[in-house]
């Protein structure tokens, strides 16, 4: 599986951006799947998480409330709807697959590049 991450930009704060991870080489539909962020000088830190079946989520407290991620297993996707935006969110932002619903980096072992994500004040 090849995981490729898109839709970053430049945005003011307050506004939206919407990720997409895209899976190529076979179906992520078993896998749970994850959104990391880094930020310069900064780890690799959790974003959000879903569950293969897509029934559970999980977020970053910094987070809950204006991202919401989602699967589309028939299309190979997951998404990362972001909503007011804060400066404190710019990153490169990566998505990741797993075979455990997790919150650890430590568990994901298929990483896509990343996308760049950039909110001015």
């Known amino acids: 599986v090849q995981l490729q991450a898109s839709g970053g930009g430049l945005v003011q704060a307050g506004g939206s951006l919407r990720l997409s991870c895209a899976a190529s080489g076979r179906t992520v539909s078993r896998y749970a799947m994850g959104w990391f962020r880094q930020a310069p000088g900064k780890e690799r830190e959790f974003v959000a998480a879903?569950?293969?079946?897509?029934?559970?989520?999980n977020y970053a407290d910094s987070v809950k409330g204006r991202l919401t991620i989602s699967r589309d297993n028939a299309k190979n996707t997951v998404p990362l709807q972001m909503n007011n935006l804060k400066p404190e969110d710019t990153a490169v932002y990566y998505c990741?697959?797993?075979?455990?619903?997790?919150?650890?980096?430590?568990?994901?072992?298929?990483w896509g590049q990343g996308t760049q994500v950039t909110v001015s004040s």
């Open positions: 879903i569950s293969s079946s897509g029934g559970s989520t």
């Open positions: 990741a697959a797993s075979t455990q619903y997790s919150t650890q980096r430590s568990e994901y072992f298929i």
